[in-house]
């Protein structure tokens, strides 16, 4: 069973830095695309950034465009979320998503999510 375990959230001050990672154990197909969602309280779940493994060809949110990277460790199934010059409204749950293709069909899984708060 495929599993996915952010780590890297925490607290920050506006301006301030963090780096997001996701690690896929139990992989036993070949991991498409993976994502960074995330959801702010009373807010729905939105895309923040993806990478397709493949090509390591990345897109964004506009609302994170120029301060915010994706990159991915296909080596060790590790995708990483860098986020600089954070602003208030980043304070959210960010969720890691994986697109697995294994057996002939494509499976989505998510991660369990980490807090990233904001705050001055």
């Known amino acids: 069973q495929v599993q996915l375990v952010e780590s890297g959230g925490g607290l920050v001050q506006p301006g301030g830095s963090l780096r997001l990672s996701c690690t896929v154990s139990?992989?036993?197909?070949?991991?498409?695309?993976m994502s960074w969602y995330r959801q702010a309280p009373g807010n729905q779940r939105e895309l923040v950034a993806v990478i397709t493994s493949a090509t390591g060809s990345a897109n964004y949110a506009d609302s994170v465009k120029g301060r915010f990277t994706i990159s991915g460790d296909n080596a060790n199934n590790t995708v990483y979320l860098q986020m600089n010059n954070l602003k208030f409204q980043g304070t959210a749950v960010y969720y890691c998503?994986?697109?697995?293709?294994?057996?002939?069909?494509?499976?989505?899984?998510w991660g369990q999510g980490t807090q990233v708060t904001v705050s001055s």
């Open positions: 139990g992989l036993t197909g070949s991991i498409s695309t």
């Open positions: 998503y994986a697109r697995v293709y294994s057996g002939g069909y494509y499976w989505a899984s």
